[in-house]
């Protein structure tokens, strides 16, 4: 009975939230293209990051850097027009080998922001 | 030591639930690194969220359970405020009466102390009053006890390149001391820490090795809650090792832990820990999860 008594006292609370609208929450990587860390053959002509949920186009940005820092990808990069939980960017067509850093910021839909680096290498 | 065996068991008991019952509960995030809620302790965070925590062992003779629920919603981007109290069912082993009701309500003030994104550290500090006569007869305590508390965070994606498998580990931990307002009571240093070790953090941006939900929302976790009572007890220390895992989701979070007595004075049995934060700045950004004051 006490025990009953307890688990009505938890689940109650979880009652009450079901009516409330929930909105999209912070976005993080769902996967990418090259995938993280990873050694790739052949150099990449784009860089793609699938989110688990919904990005603004006009904040989110992807932008490729040597080891060194120089930037090799083209502009800020963009959310796809079919996917918004796509971000991506070009590369240019001749990547010589050596490593890159992906730098990623979103925001998501309902404005948290977010961001993150992680690396690839080209052989 | 005789002055807290002069309280009697029950409240022997109510002391160690008491430590592993934490006041609030928060995420946290420092650049790339989510802290998530630890169940056993505060975590570094201020933030707007609700937690649930059940605890179940064996202990001082009696079978305790232990539901706690918080509240926690902030004022400014930097300053919030918190709520927790605890539902308890104490069985003894005896056959005597079991004892269950509401122990004393905790209210805090928590600040954001520091937070750096790009070393992966954050860093609260909190003060909170258990007040007292405001539980159940029997379950809270007549006196109140004041806590100053201070909470940190430091993730490990800072480590070198040949240690980078590693850089999905981080470590948390708490200061706190409880100053009861009956002088015959003992005061206890709170110090407790946790190691973990970020799943989605290693997928996310060390290496992709391939590991699939649900499994890539997990943060393995040990929880060390310890607490060491001062004047008149003869520096006790009591405390568990908690092993576990917790869960991230868009909106909440779940965990389950082991509770291990880290020494004989704590006890002999192990128990178990359950829990659910529910993060309603996800939940509900643009009302209940923001805060009052921009």
């Known amino acids: 009975m006490a025990m009953w008594r307890i688990l009505k006292f938890a689940i109650g609370p979880l009652v009450l939230l079901l009516p409330m609208r929930c909105a999209e929450a912070h976005a993080f990587p769902d996967h990418s293209l090259p995938k993280v860390g990873s050694d790739v053959a052949s150099a990449p002509t784009t860089v793609r990051i699938w989110f688990d949920g919904d990005i603004e186009p006009v904040f989110s940005t992807l932008i490729v850097k040597t080891a060194t820092g120089s930037q090799v990808s083209v502009g800020q990069g963009r959310v796809s027009a079919s996917n918004s939980t796509l971000l991506e960017t070009t590369l240019p067509k001749t990547l010589p080998p050596g490593k890159y850093y992906v730098y990623w910021s979103v925001i998501a839909r309902d404005g948290h922001h977010t961001n993150g680096r992680f690396p690839f290498r080209v052989e | ?294």
């Open chain 2, 1 to 294: 030591m005789i002055r807290v065996r002069a309280l009697g068991a029950p409240v022997i008991a109510l002391l160690l639930v008491a430590a592993v019952a934490p006041a609030a509960h928060a995420h946290a995030i420092a650049g790339m690194r989510v802290f998530p809620a630890t169940m056993s302790f505060d975590d570094p965070g201020v933030a707007d969220e609700g937690s649930w925590v059940f605890s179940n062992i064996d202990n001082g003779g009696a079978n305790q359970n232990v539901l706690n629920g918080a509240f926690a919603k902030r004022l400014t981007h930097s300053f919030g405020i918190v709520a927790s109290s605890d539902y308890q069912y104490l069985m003894p082993q005896s056959g005597t009466q079991p004892a269950e009701g509401w122990d004393n309500v905790t209210v805090a003030g928590a600040y954001q102390l520091f937070v750096h994104p790009d070393s992966e550290s954050i860093g609260m500090v909190q003060f909170a009053d258990t007040i007292g006569n405001s539980g159940n007869h029997g379950i809270g305590t007549p006196y109140s006890t004041y806590t100053p508390e201070f909470a940190f965070g430091k993730g490990f994606g800072g480590l070198p390149h040949r240690w980078r498998m590693l850089r999905p580990m981080a470590f948390t931990g708490a200061l706190s001391v409880g100053f009861p307002t009956d002088p015959t009571v003992p005061r206890t240093l709170n110090w407790s820490f946790s190691l973990q070790y970020s799943i989605p953090y290693l997928q996310d941006f060390v290496r992709d090795v391939g590991i699939k939900g649900p499994f890539k929302n997990m943060v393995p976790i040990v929880e060390v809650p310890m607490q060491t009572c001062d004047r008149g007890c003869a520096d006790h220390t009591t405390g568990y090792i908690n092993p576990g895992v917790i869960w991230i989701g868009h909106y909440l979070q779940w965990g389950v832990e082991a509770q291990i007595p880290a020494n004989s004075r704590t006890g002999n049995s192990v128990g178990i820990l359950l829990g659910m934060d529910f993060y309603f700045d996800d939940i509900a950004p643009h009302s209940l999860g923001a805060p009052l004051f921009n």
